[in-house]
Antibody, heavy 117, light 112 residues
Framework: EVQLVESGGGLVEPGGSLSLSCAAS????????MNWVRQAPGKGLEWVGH??????????DYAAPVKGRFTISRDDSKNTLYLQMNSLKTDDTAIYYC????????WGQGTLVTVSS | DIVMTQSPDSLAVSLGERATISCKSS????????????LVWYQKKPGQPPKVLFY???TRESGVPDRFSGSGSGTDFTLTISSLQAEDVAVYYC????????FGQGTKVEIK
């Protein structure tokens, strides 16, 4: 059974940092491009960024609102995806989902990040 | 980047009637080497993660009722619910994964 389990969410003040993790199991993690997607309260789904497989260069790409502030990384030896979030803004408040670009795509249950003073 | 546009933004349909959602991309999602369209349809209910309905535009995910169908190619895609049931009330999203992973803005489906 495929599982993606996010952790690390919580309350952080504006300007602060937070790191999310996503533990993957049930599929060959190293063969999958991985993504972070978020949904702010009352808003639609928003792609945050992705990381390619090491075979495809391990490159990353980000949505404009988070570029320069967020960093995605992966550790294939631990089957884990990471999202380092810096200079957080109140607009970053959302549920953050880890997803795998597999066939079919796979999603975690999400972790809530609240940016508030 | 690729822009995904869904229409309508919301839709009210009587139980048992057809619901049709359109999704248009600003460039083709058809990958020439695989001849597959890199488009996913999701159903999103409050408090739950999105549920995959179709990937590669028209490949039904296991367990999805056959009243749901996904069609289209290139830049124009359609999600159809042939006979709306109460449990289909949700927001539906399309997503391209040809380049990044941009989503349409969502279509809210309600009961008339």
């Amino acid at each position: 059974e495929v599982q993606l389990v996010e952790s690390g969410g919580g309350l952080v003040e504006p300007g602060g940092s937070l790191s999310l993790s996503c533990a993957a199991s049930g599929f060959t993690f190293s063969n999958a491009w991985m993504n972070w997607v978020r949904q702010a309260p009352g808003k639609g789904l928003e792609w945050v960024g992705h990381i390619a497989t090491e075979t495809d260069g391990g490159t990353t790409d980000y949505a404009a609102p988070v570029k320069g502030r967020f960093t995605i990384s992966r550790d294939d030896s631990k089957n884990t995806l990471y999202l380092q979030m810096n200079s957080l803004k109140t607009d970053d408040t959302a549920i953050y989902y880890c997803t795998a670009t597999t066939a079919p795509p796979q999603w975690g249950q999400g972790t809530l990040v609240t940016v508030s003073s | 980047d690729i822009v995904m546009t869904q229409s309508p933004d919301s839709l009210a349909v009587s139980l048992g009637e057809r619901a049709t959602i359109s999704c248009k991309s600003s460039q083709s999602l058809l990958h020439s080497s695989s001849n597959r369209n890199y488009l996913v349809w999701y159903q999103k209910k409050p408090g739950q993660p999105p549920k995959v309905l179709f990937y590669w535009a028209s490949t039904r995910e296991s367990g999805v009722p056959d009243r749901f169908s996904g069609s289209g190619s290139g830049t124009d895609f359609t999600l159809t619910i042939s006979s709306l049931q109460a449990e289909d009330v949700a927001v539906y999203y399309c997503q391209q994964y040809y380049t990044t992973g941009t989503f349409g803005q969502g279509t809210k489906v309600e009961i008339k």
